[in-house]
């Protein structure tokens, strides 16, 4: 599961990246030297609680139950951040439930708590989730 998840981070990587192309114009370098100086803001692989929360969860057991954009035994990601998008509460509130563990809000199946995490460590994977509102 580690390496499908180290794989798939890889690949936005690379794709945040882009391609390195050779063939350039004059007319197009201008453009493209101002374009390259201004960060994209749609591009929330750049943002730093994105990269730690990643890494936090990559080294974590939470790829057991969840997937980033789809239903494993847990809600995907994206789904728990559309349902607190918003909320002045959720950093909170869903640390404590990483921390804590917890039941019936996405079903009956039981969220094993996660004691050994530090607050900072939960808090920052909960940053990176809601990053990922899709609506």
Do not use: R
């Amino acid at each position: 599961m580690k390496k499908y998840f180290v794989i798939l981070f890889a690949g936005m990587l690379i794709a945040a990246c882009g391609g390195n192309s050779s063939e350039s114009t004059s007319s197009t370098s201008t453009t493209d030297s101002a374009t390259a100086e201004k960060p994209n803001p749609n591009d929330i692989s750049a943002n730093p609680d994105y990269q730690k929360g990643l890494s936090l969860i990559a080294q974590s057991d939470c790829l057991t139950c969840h997937k980033i954009n789809e239903k494993l035994i847990g809600p995907s990601y994206q789904d728990v951040a559309n349902k607190y998008a918003g909320s002045d509460t959720a950093l909170t509130y869903l640390t404590h439930k990483i921390l804590k563990g917890g039941k019936g809000v996405w079903g009956e199946v039981v969220m094993t708590p996660h004691p050994l995490l530090t607050d900072e460590d939960a808090q920052q994977m909960v940053k990176y989730i809601l990053l990922l509102k899709t609506n």
